[in-house]
């Protein structure tokens, strides 16, 4: 069995932590270590992320707390949102993951999202999302929702049961991708493809997998996820978004629940090892493996191989996977 070690990778990430800790009270990052010395609430969410998967989180119960009231600190009183300028939704559930982890809840509620917690709100909220023409950002806004009502309690299993049962309907029988009249390939980097629904399908399966609940039509998702890369391979390798991580995920959790092309599946992730380790590789000789949101993925895709191929890859501790423990990056 061919063996590669990660450890060198696991330790940079570390490295490039400290870089961007800012002085003051723990927990507070800036997004990479040559910008302004100003606390980013989306860094800071992914540096707790990457101590949880490096198994560093603090234990001391001062240290515990005060990293807490940082990320708490990022939240507005009257709206009860996290950040000030764009993205809002996606980055208040970064923060409330990240307190989630810690075992904490954001400090105040969310006011403009009580009406999401009648079906009929969620249903209006996830039919105006744009899944056609940017399903990614349709699932993250999607599980964005669902990571702020959920994690904080605010629904329960029949609100759940109704979100996970419109996943499914709106999955399109042929590809196991969201969503039904959508599914059509799309130009990405001069190639057409459905990369782009391909990575969309992250969110709804760490939703999912949160949930403990069956991912919709898995024996479709792995000939799609497979066909994907047989076809548009290049695409990967290329230091523009998040494809990795998707494709790994949809692979080795549609594995667990059906037994198709299993041994197939298996012997394509074991391929791809090596082509993106390399990759990484050339990602830190340019210096691009540098902030904690970009970070978090890269690790959580070598915690999910770690996991899916036992043995494979070696380190110090072995990495746990953080859409284990909550369902937003």
């Given at each position: 069995?061919?063996?590669?070690?990660?450890?060198s990778i696991l330790d940079l990430a570390v490295?490039?932590?400290?870089?961007?800790?800012?002085?003051?009270?723990?927990?507070?990052?800036?997004?990479?270590?040559?910008?302004?010395?100003?606390?980013?609430?989306?860094?800071?969410?992914?540096?707790?992320?990457?101590?949880?998967?490096?198994?560093?989180?603090?234990?001391?119960?001062?240290?515990?707390?005060?990293?807490?009231?940082?990320?708490?600190?990022?939240?507005?009183?009257?709206?009860?949102?996290?950040?000030?300028?764009?993205?809002?939704?996606?980055?208040?559930?970064?923060?409330?993951?990240?307190?989630?982890?810690?075992?904490?809840?954001?400090?105040?509620?969310?006011?403009?999202?009580?009406?999401?917690?009648?079906?009929?709100?969620?249903?209006?909220?996830?039919?105006?999302?744009?899944?056609?023409?940017?399903?990614?950002?349709?699932?993250?806004?999607?599980?964005?929702?669902?990571?702020?009502?959920?994690?904080?309690?605010?629904?329960?299993?029949?609100?759940?049961?109704?979100?996970?049962?419109?996943?499914?309907?709106?999955?399109?029988?042929?590809?196991?991708?969201?969503?039904?009249?959508?599914?059509?390939?799309?130009?990405?980097?001069?190639?057409?493809?459905?990369?782009?629904?391909?990575?969309?399908?992250?969110?709804?399966?760490?939703?999912?997998?949160?949930?403990?609940?069956?991912?919709?039509?898995?024996?479709?998702?792995?000939?799609?996820?497979?066909?994907?890369?047989?076809?548009?391979?290049?695409?990967?390798?290329?230091?523009?978004?998040?494809?990795?991580?998707?494709?790994?995920?949809?692979?080795?959790?549609?594995?667990?629940?059906?037994?198709?092309?299993?041994?197939?599946?298996?012997?394509?992730?074991?391929?791809?090892?090596?082509?993106?380790?390399?990759?990484?590789?050339?990602?830190?000789?340019?210096?691009h493996f540098n902030g904690p949101r970009q970070?978090?993925?890269?690790?959580?895709?070598?915690?999910?191989?770690?996991?899916?191929?036992?043995?494979?890859?070696?380190?110090?501790?072995?990495?746990?996977?953080?859409?284990?423990?909550?369902?937003?990056?």
């Open positions: 069995m061919q063996k590669y070690s990660i450890q490295e490039k932590l400290q870089d961007c800790q800012l002085e003051g009270p723990i927990g507070s990052y800036r997004i990479r270590p040559d910008a302004d010395a100003e606390a980013d609430p989306y860094a800071s969410a992914a540096a707790v992320n990457i101590h949880y998967m490096l198994d560093r989180l603090p234990t001391e119960p001062e240290k515990k707390e005060e990293w807490i009231g940082t990320l708490q600190s990022f939240q507005e009183e009257e709206t009860g949102l996290f950040g000030e300028h764009t993205h809002t939704l996606s980055v208040s559930a970064a923060c409330t993951a990240a307190l989630y982890t810690l075992g904490r809840a954001p400090a105040f509620p969310i006011p403009s999202l009580t009406e999401m917690q009648d079906t009929k709100g969620l249903t209006h909220f996830l039919q105006k999302l744009d899944w056609c023409g940017n399903p990614e950002a349709a699932t993250r806004e999607a599980t964005a929702l669902y990571t702020l009502l959920v994690l904080t309690r605010q629904v329960d299993s029949t609100w759940r049961e109704f979100y996970s049962n419109w996943m499914h309907n709106e999955t399109d029988p042929h590809t196991g991708l969201l969503r039904q009249g959508c599914i059509a390939p799309i130009e990405v980097d001069g190639q057409w493809t459905l990369l782009p629904y391909l990575c969309a399908i992250l969110y709804p399966a760490s939703a999912a997998g949160y949930s403990h609940q069956p991912l919709c039509l898995p024996w479709r998702l792995i000939d799609t996820a497979l066909e994907v890369m047989e076809f548009h391979r290049e695409l990967f390798f290329k230091r523009r978004g998040h494809r990795h991580l998707p494709w790994i995920f949809c692979l080795s959790r549609s594995m667990r629940q059906t037994a198709h092309r299993h041994e197939e599946v298996r012997q394509v992730l074991t391929r791809f090892i090596p082509d993106y380790l390399q990759y990484l590789e050339t990602h830190i000789s340019q210096g970070i978090q993925w890269d690790l959580a895709a070598l915690a999910e191989l770690q996991i899916t191929l036992p043995g494979r890859l070696e380190s110090d501790h072995p990495l746990l996977q953080i859409l284990d423990r909550q369902p937003f990056l």
